[in-house]
């Protein structure tokens, strides 16, 4: 099975709650929102806005978090990490 | 039982991290790191601090989001929020 997933970025929050929507509609049973940084924030904001302005019968299934770590020039960051899984009541 | 919480807002992630921490070794066995709308992301950063650098008996037991609608000047605004039970290993 393909893992549906969306990346939250710094766009405006409706291009991913129409990239989210858009894949239940093309027949996903379950979309991860993935984020990471500041944008979790953002991340979370997409979660609530589908399941609770557009499509009522999909839920939270399962959030996790973690870190990356990533090598910039100044040296190794820590970057907070953020799964959102959402999924259509059976 | 009391619940421990740690509300986190725009004060330096370590100010929380410090908090969350004192919770711990005060005797909780369960710490609610709870925040809303941009400070959702720096919540997450505590809980990803606390377990992987000073705590690593503690774990991710249990992450709630969710939607508050606040009244404001401007008419009333959704944010979000998010519930992070970090918790000793049994």
Do not use: C
């Amino acid at each position: 099975m393909t893992e549906h997933v969306v990346y939250v970025g710094n766009k405006p929050v409706m291009n991913y709650v129409l990239a989210t929507l858009t894949q239940f509609n093309e027949g996903a049973d379950e979309v991860v929102v993935k984020a990471r940084g500041r944008a979790i924030s953002r991340a979370v904001d997409v979660a609530e806005i589908v399941r609770n302005r557009f499509l009522p019968n999909v839920g939270v299934k399962d959030i996790k978090i973690d870190t990356e770590e990533l090598n910039s020039e100044r040296g190794n960051i820590n970057v907070s990490t953020i799964e959102i899984v959402l999924a259509k009541a059976a």
